[in-house]
């Protein structure tokens, strides 16, 4: 199989897209530089917020700027396009149209692995502004699986560790994140998505790859990423050595 070269529009959060990357090198199976994956990132911060403009569309709209950076990357090569950002999704139907490569759709794949996986209740832990949308109720609804929203007050807790914690560059006190989590398990979740790529940092810091509940929508792309263009996945028991 020709081996594809994938772009990735990052700077959505850009903590968020360099663990993107780090994550498809050590899951692409390869003994030495030349077998890994070509990809080109372009961490693009001037991207507007996504939830932001979700919740209050006077607000400047993100999809001009990702659309040409999509544009940029396949000028530059790319053979398909990745976005670590769950909320930017909302988008994906515009931005698919006004890209000439394919862009990987990080929810569906998502949905697909919680199905994979045996999930049948799952939590969905993301912004404000995926949970409006219900991009991940309808996708996972979709695959035969019930999905679970958080009441506002746990909402407002998740937000905060997003924005206030992950985007601020602080580190999540374990606490904090057990407290959000023990509520989506007390309302009977078997499995919960980490539905937005900032929580998949807190994965990682926390090391919550001990516990089975978790599927992180930042690994999957990367996965899908990685087999989508040509190369094998190492299944790591850990989320990075």
Not at 49 to 56: E, G, P, S, V, W
Not at 167 to 191: L, M, R, Y
Request: glycine share 8%; aromatic share 8%.
């Amino acid at each position: 199989m020709n081996k594809k070269i994938l772009g990735i529009i990052g700077g959505v959060g850009p903590l968020a897209t360099m663990l993107l990357g780090e994550v498809i090198v050590r899951r692409t199976k390869a003994s030495k530089d030349q077998e890994h994956m070509h990809f080109i990132i372009d961490n693009d911060t001037r991207i507007p917020d996504r939830t932001a403009f979700i919740l209050d569309n006077t607000k400047e709209n993100p999809a001009p700027f990702i659309i040409q950076d999509a544009g940029k990357l396949v000028s530059a090569g790319a053979d398909v396009i990745c976005i670590p950002c769950n909320t930017a999704h909302y988008f994906y139907e515009e931005l698919s149209d006004n890209t000439a490569v394919p862009i990987l759709h990080m929810i569906r794949e998502t949905a697909k692995k919680s199905r994979a996986v045996g999930a049948k209740k799952i939590g969905i832990l993301g912004t404000t502004g995926t949970l409006s949308t219900n991009l991940y109720q309808t996708a996972l609804l979709d695959e035969g699986l019930e999905p679970y929203a958080p009441n506002e007050e746990i909402q407002n807790e998740l937000m905060a560790v997003i924005y206030d914690y992950v985007k601020a560059g602080i580190a999540v006190p374990a606490e904090k994140w057990q407290h959000i989590t023990n509520s989506f398990k007390a309302a009977g979740c078997d499995h919960l998505v980490l539905g937005c790529t900032e929580l998949s940092v807190v994965y990682k810091e926390l090391g919550l790859e001990r516990d089975a509940c978790y599927i992180d929508a930042l690994m999957t792309l990367a996965d899908t990423a990685i087999e989508y263009c040509g190369y094998e996945v190492i299944d790591l028991p850990q989320y990075v050595k």
